[in-house]
């Protein structure tokens, strides 16, 4: 309990816990004094003694050991022992992230493991983790495009959001324009000083009433970076679809239109990357994370506690008692 007590404590004044070593001078010196007044008393025989022995005797050393008590626990009340509180406040500017991630039936490919789309949302979740003051939305598409999360600082809403994506939310396609045209509305009102959009495809646009290089020209007049990331293998890609005569294996081409996205990046300040497995998709976002750093300052308030009081309270304490012993039962006579 004793140990509890000091655990995260630290000492304002620890120049006074030297005087703690009066303590073993003073028990020293205590011990020295009364061999010396044994010594003095001699008799001839200690069976007297053996037969009469009482309280007052056995406990004759109790007011000297209250009174060492007392004197170290005032020694660590003057060290003033207090514990600290470290309150840190994030001030800057943030920046406004959205991630656009299509969820077309291509994503369900397993040339990524499961699929590029469980591969795309564990990495989506783990970039949130590591941008703690942003904020970040998540907009989905297919052959449509739909805001599944609006730009917020709960990550915790966010990434159980990005949990929940699975293919099949909207119609099949691959509206890359939409995508892009939906994620630039959702920062157009954003008043942070950087505003980016990460869009995630593993196809050619096919679908949607907004055509991509449209989209693009509204993220430049907006001041909006656009990194776009391409997923797949090289050749051919393996799903497994289900038909009536049970689950069966296919092999179908990737094609992802490089040029466009390639386009868009370029033209909007952002960069072009291609992921051709999960480790590769997993270094492209952390290479994103280290091209837009947060500009953060933090700083830490410290406040202490006093935990001096306790200490004091008891060598008061055992200093009373020291001298209702020392004036009662160890009263000495003259």
Known sequence: MVFDYFKNIEFAYPQWLFLLLLIPILAGWYIQRFNKQQGALKVSSLQSFKNTASFKSRFRHLPFILRM?????????????????????????????????????????????????????????????????????????????????????????????????HQGLLVDGTAIGSGLATSIDRLQSSKAKSKIV??????????GLIDPKTAKEIAKSLGIKVYTVGVG???????KVQTPTGVQVQQEKVNIDEKLLKEIASETGG????????????????????????????????????RF??????????????????FTIFKKFP
Not at 286 to 300: P, S
């Open 198 to 207: 990460i869009l995630l495809t593993d196809g050619e646009n096919n679908g």
């Open 69 to 165: 008590l007392a004197i170290g626990l005032l020694i660590l009340a003057l060290a003033r022992p207090r514990s600290h509180n470290d309150e840190q406040f994030a001030e800057g500017e943030g920046i406004d992230i959205v991630l656009a991630l299509d969820i077309s039936g291509s994503m369900l490919y397993e040339d990524f493991l499961p699929n590029r789309l469980e591969a795309a949302k564990q990495v989506a979740m783990e970039f949130v983790d590591n941008r703690p003051t942003d904020r970040i939305g998540l907009v989905v598409f297919s052959g449509e495009s739909f805001t599944q999360c609006p730009v917020t600082a709960d990550h915790g809403v966010l990434k159980s959001q990005i949990a929940q994506v």
């Open 233 to 239: 293998t090289d050749g051919f890609a393996t799903i």
């Open 309 to 326: 009081y306790p200490l004091a309270l008891a060598a008061l304490v055992l200093i009373f008692l020291d001298f209702l012993l020392r």
């Open 271 to 306: 960069r072009y990357f291609r992921a051709k497995e999960n480790e590769g998709l997993k270094t492209i976002y952390g290479e994103i994370d280290k091209l837009e750093k947060t500009k953060i300052d933090i700083n830490t308030t410290r406040k202490y506690t006093e």
